[in-house]
């Protein structure tokens, strides 16, 4: 039956609590270096509290011992313990009790939470005293979450989606259509103002890869830099470099790798840098490297293909046609020259954008990858993949605050 819906529309003074419950040891970031560099859950609290909401933002670390407040304006910045982490989870298994107990207490109007697919959402929702929006940020559900998250995913309110294709993730889950909303990742102000290159040198490749530095595993679901060494190895006789940007606890790893293979003369590490700093190499590369497998390749999702294709180098990603769990642990044997293919003139960055294949065959099975140039412009799709402007959480009615007959929405204009 039907529950009556009410067109309440809030602009300003709700009380809204964003949740990022995972801890940080995947990263190796400190909690100084979570509040001081960059990361898409402060850029879109501050930006739904400079519009008039009272804010909280509420995240776990391994390091800290009680509930710790490190910030309240603009909003309330808190970490909380870890108590518990499920064994051999590299991400998403941190259980924290004192965050399940402020969660209970928060009096929050609505619930944020980024991510989909931790082991503890199902105590987040029970815990929880109002509708809960989960805003997907990556990873795929797998046969046992398909099972422990079923019940939890379809309490939840909304899902926030980057792009459409993101749906097929949660089939076998059955949840309907209206749960999710397609809302682009927020674009950092400094890249959303660069101006597109129109110019692009013959010269040898000027290559580039950003992000964390993860501990290499045996698949594509997490960025694989040490997988790029090893097909960059095979180029050791033609004129290329690489410029990494990013630190993380496989950094070491890749370093000796680099050495082991005999490109460490063209590959180079800069650590952490900020956007300031980075948006030249994105400027004077001619093409970055994301190395992991995506959906798909978008410039809605992933801050690396955003801030590239904004500044109009192109991308490439591992294919998902090989699926999230694709074994890629160790090169197979050298089958031909190297061809890469030069970089063809640029083109608009529309809607079933332009991909490619390089070659050759450089690991176990073979890798697909899609490249795409583009100005984010020119795509009326892509074209405002922004920080948000304005906001609402939109209230549909019903009596029971907790979860039953509320339904929130948030839009990002």
């Given amino acids: 039956m039907a529950l009556p819906r009410l067109a309440v529309h809030r602009e300003a003074g709700m009380r809204i609590a964003y949740l990022l419950p995972h801890g940080w040891r995947f990263a190796g970031w400190s909690p100084s270096d979570v509040l001081h560099r960059y990361h898409f859950s402060r850029h879109i609290a501050s930006s739904m509290a400079a519009l008039g909401h009272e804010v909280s933002l509420l995240m776990l670390h391994e390091s800290v011992r009680k509930e710790t407040v490190v910030q309240t304006e603009p909003f309330r910045i808190a970490f909380f313990p870890v108590t518990f982490a499920i064994p051999l989870a590299r991400f998403g298994g941190d259980f924290s009790l004192p965050l399940l107990r402020a969660v209970r207490d928060l009096g929050a109007e609505a619930l944020h939470v980024h991510g989909c697919f931790y082991d503890s959402l199902p105590w987040l929702v029970r815990a929880a005293r109002a509708p809960i929006v989960l805003q997907w940020h990556g990873g795929g559900l797998g046969r046992f979450h398909r099972r422990t998250l079923r019940r939890a995913l379809r309490e939840t309110r909304r899902i926030i989606i980057p792009f459409p294709a993101i749906r097929e993730i949660f089939q076998g889950v059955r949840l309907e259509s209206q749960k999710f909303d397609v809302v682009p990742l927020p674009l950092r102000p400094e890249a959303q103002a660069s101006e597109p290159k129109t110019h692009y040198p013959r010269r040898s490749p000027r290559l580039l890869c950003v992000g964390r530095i993860p501990q290499a595993r045996r698949d594509l679901s997490d960025r694989r830099l040490d997988v790029v060494l090893r097909i960059l190895a095979h180029l050791r006789d033609a004129a290329w470099s690489l410029d990494v940007v990013g630190d993380g606890p496989g950094r070491s790893f890749c370093e000796r790798l680099a050495e082991r293979e005999g490109i460490a003369n063209a590959v180079r590490f800069h650590g952490y840098l900020g956007l300031s700093q980075v948006l030249p190499l994105y400027r004077d590369s001619d093409l970055s490297i994301v190395p992991f497998s995506l959906p798909d390749l978008t ?24 699926g999230w769990m694709a074994n890629f642990d160790r090169p197979a044997p050298w089958r031909g020259p190297a061809e890469i293919d030069h970089l063809p003139p640029r083109c608009d960055g529309r809607k079933g954008q332009e991909r490619s294949v390089a070659r050759p065959r450089v690991v176990r099975r073979s890798t697909r990858l899609a490249t795409t140039r583009g100005d984010l412009s020119n795509d009326p799709d892509l074209r405002r993949p922004a920080p948000p402007r304005n906001g609402n959480y939109r209230d549909l009615g019903g009596k029971d605050h907790r979860m039953v007959g509320r339904t929130w929405e948030m839009r990002l204009i």
Avoid at 304 to 319: H, I, N, R
């Fill in 299 to 322: 410039g809605t999702w992933v801050a690396q293909c955003q801030e590239s294709l904004a500044v109009g180098t192109p991308v490439v990603a591992f294919s998902s046609e090989l």
